[in-house]
């Protein structure tokens, strides 16, 4: 991906996440046997898509609030961390040593295997990465199927580390 491309792609990000969103509580206060006017309308045909599995522009009330912590694992799963990394580490995975800090303690995952994630719609943060270059990261290939495919099936154009510098060749 060229430079002016990625500058494009990245102001179109911005420029979505600026757009006026409805919030959640809204969102699940719209009685959709009875909506008003064509903007609940056309929330709730898109609902009712998404419910019968048709894939729809719009994300549902749960995506809509994208920001989602997460942990690929050594054995390729993709876990939601919940409210923090730390947390889940702590009762998901004892044979984790627990640093004397945040940094420590996600050093030592890594050290095991995990690579830890922010996923907020449009883009994934891989926040303990050591390098820029994808493909010369030591990860063991499970790990690495989960990510390309978690990118894949969520359509993720960018994905960063946790430095906000682009990764590259995914």
């Given at each position: 991906?060229?430079?002016?491309?990625?500058?494009?792609?990245?102001?179109?990000?911005?420029?979505?996440?600026?757009?006026?969103?409805?919030s959640k509580k809204y969102k699940k206060s719209i009685d959709c046997n009875n909506p008003k006017g064509f903007s609940q309308k056309?929330?709730?045909?898109?609902?009712?898509?998404?419910k019968s599995g048709v894939k729809t522009k719009?994300?549902?009330i749960n995506e809509s609030w994208m920001e989602k912590k997460l942990w690929f694992t050594p054995d390729g799963e993709v876990v939601y961390a919940g409210g923090s990394h730390e947390e889940w580490i702590k009762n998901n995975d004892r044979s984790v040593p627990i640093g004397f800090n945040l940094i420590d303690t996600y050093n030592n995952a890594t050290d095991r295997g995990y690579v830890r994630g922010i996923y907020d719609g449009d883009m994934l943060t891989l926040s303990n990465l050591p390098s820029y270059e994808f493909s010369k990261i030591k990860l063991k290939s499970l790990t690495r199927k989960a990510i390309q495919d978690f990118i894949e099936q969520k359509e993720i154009r960018i994905i960063a580390t946790g430095r906000g510098n682009i990764l590259k060749s995914i």
């Open positions: 991906m060229k430079k002016s491309e990625l500058k494009q792609l990245i102001e179109e990000v911005i420029l979505e996440s600026l757009e006026e969103k409805w056309a929330h709730c045909h898109a609902r009712k898509l998404r719009s994300k549902s």
